[in-house]
């Protein structure tokens, strides 16, 4: 930790976090100077209310002009506030969610309010000898007085109505709604029925389904039969309310005709449309007025609860404050709980983990814009998985991004489902609905180039292979398709619609061999000249020990090298600031996770030492057999290597032989020459005039 002193102003003091120099938020001195800090050396310039696992009432209560964001000003303007409440700026470092009245100033005028509004609120609960409030006796108050209102909003207030079934009604309502969508299917059936009679029975339960479950427990398919229509249409278009009704809605029904109708019906034994109608009013006209009731109440007690909200806002202020002020510093100027690593103290934007694939992602961030996310949170470095997590118990999906910083990508895929737990412990169903590419480590961009190759050649075959199956079984179909007809029409129109079928291409011709004689010729050149580039190789290699493993680390370098320079410059650079950007914050310092904090983010499955023996395990190959292959192996290569350099026996002893061949040859030849220019030269000589 390096110290750096103002010249003229507060003595911050700095350290090194996650590669970037912060400056240090630890003691009460430090929060009430926020307001000197330079704004360029802060890590974040805005964060957004909603989406955070943080307290959304206390971030209102922050949020002064109502944005929806948390912005430097107001952090400073809570620093200011709490200056002139508090007596010591330490108390915050406690984290306490309640405040001893000795530790508020009473000689300032934002401590009296929060005296009075204390006093207030431990008046009603009968707590007046108590000498600290707590945001629990606040919780308490709200709860006391929202009740209150309820027990006083009467119902002169609204308009007087009288229940069409008296204390019942809601009873009745209840089984009205049940049976409503089944009263609306039936009375349509009988509808189609008088429209044409013929279609009765096609309306009624088909005996086929009956037929179908009649072997098991029907008591079991409940309901299946509930499925089945109400009762048998008829073009009358009444419904018997006793007889021929579906077993499955007898209780209902039971119910509908003690509540509703035997005093409507007056005891009838069948019912019309039309009477149904008129009981569908009856209870609408109730439904509506108690929403307009209940509506009217709540808005009267929602206005008088922000009455008494706001004369204690001052002290609810407080408690909250002293509860979450410094952990919010420490996610907003610092982002310390982020790198420190603690189970206990996670980062707010931190929403839980996600299992995948045997590894667990400790980095999980809420999507509030998945537009955004795509389009931004690229220039992050990190590899991303997006996931729709759905969770059955509270009945809600939302999208989350995962960082995977350590481990490898193997069998990551989309679509490929994964179980996400919220920071409550609630598991959610995830799916991976989009995968953002980028390195996670050296190691595994060494491997990448190969991988891309082996998918890439896997592809390339799978496809072909599918391509001339696709081939073989339309030519064979065309065969069997016009195996009718004379050979020679066949012939002929096998040829037209083979010739439509390829788009026109131009009629196969018989195999010329002088044709592609060229394409032999260079076919076999290119053959020997790898032949002999491979000759070279070979020989260059053998020529000394260490050219080999040097060949093979070249080819190595070759091929991983750039992959694992791409990897490393952007591991250098991965930063989690675009992917909070893309989320509405306004990040304004780098959030660098290097590979020895990323390898903290993600944890790896580990298994034990297994003393235990699998049954169904490959059977292993004997060591001896090992050795034995080995050897073959080596042999073969160390073969090829001394073939292809000539250094055989054989080879060396005909290379000898030849050697010698040609010595012998060149010597011969010298003599010959010797000796014919002896004969000439007696020649030259009688020639040659004297002088």
């Given at each position: 930790?390096?110290?750096?002193?103002?010249?003229?102003?507060?003595?911050?003091?700095?350290?090194?976090?996650?590669?970037?120099?912060?400056?240090?938020?630890?003691?009460?001195?430090?929060?009430?100077?926020?307001?000197?800090?330079?704004?360029?050396?802060?890590?974040?310039?805005?964060?957004?209310?909603?989406?955070?696992?943080?307290?959304?009432?206390?971030?209102?209560?922050?949020?002064?002009?109502?944005?929806?964001?948390?912005?430097?000003?107001?952090?400073v303007?809570?620093?200011?506030?709490?200056?002139?409440?508090?007596?010591?700026?330490?108390?915050?470092?406690?984290?306490?969610?309640?405040?001893?009245?000795?530790?508020?100033?009473g000689?300032?005028?934002?401590?009296?309010k929060?005296?009075?509004?204390?006093?207030?609120?431990?008046?009603?609960?009968?707590?007046?000898?108590?000498?600290?409030?707590?945001?629990?006796?606040?919780?308490?108050?709200?709860?006391?007085?929202?009740?209150?209102?309820?027990?006083?909003y009467?119902?002169?207030?609204?308009?007087p109505?009288?229940?069409?079934?008296?204390?019942?009604?809601?009873?009745?309502?209840?089984s009205?709604?049940?049976?409503?969508?089944?009263?609306?299917?039936?009375?349509?059936?009988?509808?189609?029925?008088?429209?044409?009679?013929?279609?009765?029975?096609?309306l009624?339960?088909?005996?086929?389904?009956?037929?179908?479950?009649?072997?098991?427990?029907?008591?079991?398919?409940?309901?299946?039969?509930?499925?089945?229509?109400?009762?048998?249409?008829?073009?009358?278009?009444?419904?018997?309310?006793?007889?021929?009704?579906?077993?499955?809605?007898?209780?209902?029904?039971?119910?509908?005709?003690?509540?509703?109708?035997d005093?409507?019906?007056?005891?009838?034994?069948?019912?019309?449309?039309?009477?149904?109608?008129?009981?569908?009013?009856?209870?609408?006209?109730?439904?509506?007025?108690?929403?307009?009731?209940?509506?009217?109440?709540?808005?009267?007690?929602?206005?008088?609860?922000?009455?008494?909200?706001?004369?204690?806002?001052?002290?609810?202020?407080?408690?909250?404050?002293?509860?979450?002020?410094?952990?919010?510093v420490?996610?907003?100027?610092?982002?310390?709980?982020?790198?420190?690593?603690?189970?206990?103290?996670?980062?707010?934007?931190?929403?839980?983990?996600?299992?995948?694939?045997?590894?667990?992602?400790?980095?999980?961030?809420?999507?509030?814009?998945?537009?955004?996310?795509?389009?931004?949170?690229?220039?992050?470095?990190?590899?991303?998985?997006?996931?729709?997590?759905?969770?059955?118990?509270?009945?809600?999906?939302?999208?989350?991004?995962?960082?995977?910083?350590?481990?490898?990508?193997?069998?990551?895929?989309?679509?490929?489902?994964?179980?996400?737990?919220?920071?409550?412990?609630?598991?959610?169903?995830?799916?991976?609905?989009?995968?953002?590419?980028?390195?996670?480590?050296?190691r595994?961009?060494?491997w990448?180039?190969?991988?891309?190759?082996?998918?890439?050649?896997?592809?390339?075959?799978?496809?072909?292979?599918?391509?001339?199956?696709?081939?073989?079984?339309?030519?064979?179909?065309?065969?069997?398709?016009?195996?009718?007809?004379?050979?020679?029409?066949?012939?002929?129109?096998?040829?037209?619609?083979?010739?439509?079928?390829?788009g026109?291409?131009?009629?196969?011709?018989?195999?010329?061999?002088?044709?592609?004689?060229?394409?032999?010729?260079?076919?076999?050149?290119?053959?020997?000249?790898?032949?002999?580039?491979?000759?070279?190789?070979?020989?260059?290699?053998?020529?000394?020990?260490?050219?080999?493993?040097?060949?093979?680390?070249?080819i190595?370098?070759?091929?991983?090298?750039?992959?694992?320079?791409?990897?490393?410059?952007?591991?250098?650079?991965?930063?989690?600031?675009?992917?909070?950007?893309?989320?509405?914050?306004?990040?304004?310092?780098?959030?660098?996770?290097?590979?020895?904090?990323?390898?903290?983010?993600?944890?790896?499955?580990?298994?034990?030492?297994?003393?235990?023996?699998?049954?169904?395990?490959?059977?292993?190959?004997?060591?001896?057999?090992?050795?034995?292959?080995?050897?073959v192996?080596?042999?073969?290569?160390a073969?090829?290597?001394?073939?292809?350099?000539?250094?055989?026996?054989?080879q060396?002893?005909?290379?000898?032989?030849?050697?010698?061949?040609?010595?012998?040859?060149?010597?011969?030849?010298?003599?010959?020459t010797?000796?014919?220019a002896?004969?000439?030269?007696?020649?030259?000589?009688?020639?040659?005039?004297?002088?």
């Amino acid at each position: 930790m390096a110290k750096l002193i103002a010249k003229n102003g507060y003595d911050w003091k700095y350290s090194v976090v996650g590669g970037v120099t912060r400056v240090n938020i630890e003691t009460g001195e430090d929060i009430a100077h926020l307001g000197e800090l330079d704004q360029k050396l802060w890590t974040v310039l805005s964060c957004p209310v909603k989406g955070l696992e943080f307290d959304e009432k206390t971030l209102a209560l922050m949020d002064l002009d109502g944005d929806g964001k948390i912005r430097v000003n107001e952090m400073v303007a809570a620093s200011e506030w709490l200056k002139k409440v508090l007596c010591s700026m330490e108390y915050l470092l406690e984290g306490k969610d309640f405040i001893n009245f000795a530790d508020i100033q009473g000689d300032t005028e934002e401590g009296q309010k929060v005296m009075e509004a204390a006093n207030l609120i431990l008046a009603k609960l009968g707590k007046s000898e108590q000498t600290c409030i707590s945001l629990q006796d606040v919780n308490d108050y709200m709860a006391i007085f929202e009740e209150k209102c309820k027990e006083e909003y009467t119902a002169e207030e609204s308009e007087p109505f009288t229940p069409p079934y008296g204390e019942q009604s809601d009873a009745a309502e209840k089984s009205i709604n049940d049976l409503r969508h089944k009263m609306a299917d039936y009375f349509m059936r009988c509808k189609l029925a008088q429209f044409d009679e013929e279609a009765t029975a096609a309306l009624d339960v088909q005996v086929e389904k009956i037929a179908a479950i009649s072997d098991g427990n029907l008591s079991e398919n409940v309901a299946e039969i509930a499925e089945y229509p109400l009762s048998r249409p008829n073009k009358e278009g009444v419904l018997n309310i006793v007889n021929g009704l579906n077993p499955a809605w007898h209780g209902a029904m039971a119910e509908l005709k003690t509540l509703v109708l035997d005093s409507e019906l007056g005891g009838a034994e069948a019912m019309s449309e039309e009477q149904w109608n008129g009981i569908l009013a009856k209870i609408d006209a109730y439904t509506a007025w108690k929403n307009a009731g209940e509506t009217a109440m709540n808005e009267a007690i929602a206005a008088q609860l922000a009455t008494h909200a706001a004369a204690i806002e001052p002290v609810e202020r407080l408690v909250r404050y002293c509860r979450d002020y410094f952990k919010l510093v420490h996610n907003y100027v610092v982002f310390k709980d982020f790198y420190k690593r603690d189970e206990n103290s996670l980062a707010v934007f931190q929403a839980g983990k996600l299992y995948i694939d045997q590894r667990c992602c400790d980095l999980c961030i809420k999507v509030s814009d998945m537009g955004k996310q795509l389009n931004t949170a690229g220039l992050s470095g990190l590899y991303l998985l997006y996931c729709k997590c759905t969770s059955k118990v509270k009945g809600e999906t939302m999208d989350i991004v995962a960082a995977l910083t350590d481990g490898d990508v193997n069998g990551l895929s989309e679509g490929k489902n994964a179980l996400f737990y919220d920071r409550n412990g609630l598991d959610w169903d995830a799916v991976v609905t989009k995968i953002i590419d980028n390195p996670i480590s050296v190691r595994q961009a060494f491997w990448s180039p190969y991988r891309k190759f082996g998918n890439w050649v896997s592809e390339k075959i799978t496809k072909s292979a599918a391509e001339k199956e696709s081939k073989q079984f339309d030519e064979m179909t065309a065969k069997a398709d016009n195996s009718t007809t004379e050979l020679a029409t066949n012939m002929a129109k096998a040829k037209n619609q083979m010739s439509a079928a390829d788009g026109g291409q131009a009629k196969k011709m018989p195999f010329d061999i002088a044709k592609f004689a060229g394409i032999f010729a260079a076919i076999g050149m290119a053959i020997g000249f790898i032949g002999s580039a491979l000759v070279k190789l070979a020989g260059s290699v053998t020529e000394h020990w260490y050219n080999l493993p040097l060949m093979i680390l070249a080819i190595i370098l070759v091929i991983s090298g750039p992959s694992m320079f791409l990897a490393w410059l952007k591991l250098r650079r991965r930063n989690l600031g675009p992917v909070l950007n893309a989320n509405g914050w306004a990040i304004n310092s780098k959030i660098k996770i290097n590979t020895t904090f990323g390898a903290t983010l993600t944890s790896m499955a580990k298994y034990p030492k297994l003393v235990t023996k699998d049954p169904f395990a490959d059977k292993k190959v004997p060591v001896w057999r090992k050795i034995i292959y080995w050897v073959v192996i080596l042999a073969a290569i160390a073969f090829c290597v001394l073939y292809f350099t000539k250094n055989l026996p054989w080879q060396k002893k005909a290379a000898e032989a030849e050697a010698a061949k040609t010595e012998q040859m060149e010597t011969a030849s010298a003599c010959n020459t010797a000796e014919d220019a002896v004969a000439e030269a007696p020649k030259q000589a009688e020639e040659t005039p004297a002088k």
